[in-house]
């Protein structure tokens, strides 16, 4: 048994060669990675169609999705080549050395995983609490996951939350439906609601 030190941590394999070199290390750090984003790529890429209308009729170079679909093709490409240079390194791992890994990864970036799942709940919070409330939320539990939740701060989180609510209902005239929460109001507080908040 020979002690590497590969996806940042130590830990015990049994290797087939004398030594595990640098170029071994690093590319076994970042297959995880790279196995990850060509499945998001490949998935993107799959879906293009179906998520762009055609508006045009005047050729393929002239489709919106064509940018896209290029810039897509060579991420896919290039992520899949760097996930097959990395699976040659595949045998000096171990099962339980890719899950410490995966337990550290979701460990440091706790706070970006907790962003998401906020994002996730306020986006299907807005047609429930409505726009102002949701904004609100949303800025006040960054604040706490972030540990700059303070009197200070969630003044200007409410002066942020009325500012987007400014922008975005009063100016663009952005128009949602009609929120759950604000039909239990009389029926004028509720138009009014729907409409500004």
Known sequence: ????????????????????????????????????????????????????????????????????AIGLSIMTLSSLIKTIQGLAYCRYLSLSVVFQYLIQIVSVHRIAFWAVGAFYVYIHALSVIGFLPSNLVLLLFMLFISKKLDRYWGWIACATAVAIVMIFRVVIGLWMDDVWLYGLLPDAAADFCNMYL
Do not use: H
Not at 9 to 38: C, H, R, V, W
């Open 1 to 68: 048994m020979k002690v590497g030190v590969a996806m940042g941590s130590k830990f015990f394999l049994g290797i087939k060669s004398n030594e595990m070199t640098d170029e071994m290390i690093e590319q076994s750090k970042t297959l995880p990675f790279y196995f990850a984003f060509f499945c998001c790529c490949a998935l993107l890429l799959y879906f293009i169609s179906d998520e762009v209308r055609v508006f045009s009729d005047k050729g393929w170079y002239l489709q919106p999705m064509l940018g896209p």
